[in-house]
C-alpha cells in the first residue's frame, strides 16, 4: 500500500553515479483557507520541488508561515487580501489562475526552472520513478504532461489530517474530475491553457498525455476534504 507519510519522511534522492542531472521543477498554485498547508509544503519540498509560486487569497494568516524558514528562501509569495471580490466567485477562479501561472512561467525561465506543475492545495504529486525519467519518456518536443487523478477516499471519521491518514485511493467513479493535472515546459510559446493543461501557441503538437500508457507513472492524489466514507468506499481499488 502507498503510504503519504513514508514519502513525506523520505526526501529527495540523489542522481545516481553517471545518471542524468535532475530535471529542475516548480509548483505553481492559488490558495485560500487550506487545510494542513505545512504539511502540503513539506511534502512537496521532500518530492523535490525546487520552487513555490504560490498566490494567496484572503487568508492572512498564512503569511507567518511562508515567510519563515525553511520556506521564505523557496517560496515566491502574492497576496490578495479583499475578501469580498474572491468569495464564491468560482466563475473567475481560472481566470486567476491562469494569469498566476503564466507569470510564474516567466519568472520559471529567470530561475532557470525547466518545468511547472499546477496542482491545488488539496492535491498532492506522487511519483514512482524520479521526474527526469518520466520527461525522458515523453515524446520528443512535448511541452505539456498530464498526470492523471487519483481520488482519496476516507474510511474513518477520524482522518484529522487527510493527507497522513488516507491511504486508499481510486480511479474509478470518481466524485472529482477525472481530467488530470499538467505540468508544462517553462518555453516562452507555453501557456496554461485551462487548469488541466500548458499548450504552447506555435507547436503543432504540444500535449503529452499522460493516461493510458503512462498512467502508471505518475499521478495526483485529489484528498477530498469529505470526513464521512461513502457506503461503497469498501468496493473501491487500493491503491499499491
Known amino acids: 500500500m502507498l503510504s503519504l507519510a513514508s514519502v513525506f519522511s523520505g526526501g529527495p534522492k540523489a542522481p545516481a553515479p553517471g545518471s542524468t542531472k535532475p530535471v529542475c521543477a516548480g509548483l505553481a498554485l492559488l490558495t485560500r483557507k487550506p487545510m494542513h498547508f505545512e504539511w502540503w ?55 486567476r489562475q491562469r494569469f498566476h501561472v503564466n507569470s510564474s512561467l516567466a519568472r520559471c525561465r529567470e530561475m532557470g526552472i525547466d518545468w511547472l506543475f499546477h496542482v ?41 489530517n487527510f493527507f497522513e491518514h488516507i491511504h486508499t485511493f481510486t480511479k474509478r467513479r470518481m466524485l472529482a474530475y477525472v481530467n488530470g493535472k499538467p505540468v508544462g515546459r517553462t518555453l516562452p510559446t507555453v501557456k496554461l491553457d485551462g487548469p488541466h493543461r500548458f499548450s504552447a501557441r506555435t507547436a503543432p503538437c504540444a500535449c503529452a498525455c499522460a493516461g493510458g500508457r503512462a498512467r502508471a507513472l505518475t499521478a495526483a492524489a485529489r484528498a477530498r476534504r469529505t470526513p464521512a466514507p461513502r457506503p461503497q468506499a469498501a468496493r473501491r481499488m487500493r491503491f499499491q
Open 41 to 95: 509544503l513539506r511534502y512537496h519540498m521532500a518530492l523535490g520541488i525546487s520552487h513555490f509560486f504560490i498566490h494567496v487569497e484572503d487568508t492572512p494568516e498564512l503569511l507567518p508561515l511562508l515567510q519563515s524558514e525553511p520556506y521564505r528562501s523557496r517560496v515566491s509569495l502574492t497576496r490578495k487580501e479583499d475578501e469580498g471580490a474572491f468569495k464564491d466567485n468560482y466563475w473567475t477562479l481560472q481566470d
Open 120 to 160: 491545488d492545495d488539496d492535491e498532492l504529486i506522487w511519483l514512482d520513478k524520479p521526474f527526469r525519467d518520466i520527461v525522458a519518456a515523453a515524446p520528443r518536443g512535448a511541452t505539456n504532461i498530464t498526470f492523471s487523478n487519483l481520488e482519496a477516499i476516507p474510511t474513518t471519521t477520524e482522518a484529522v
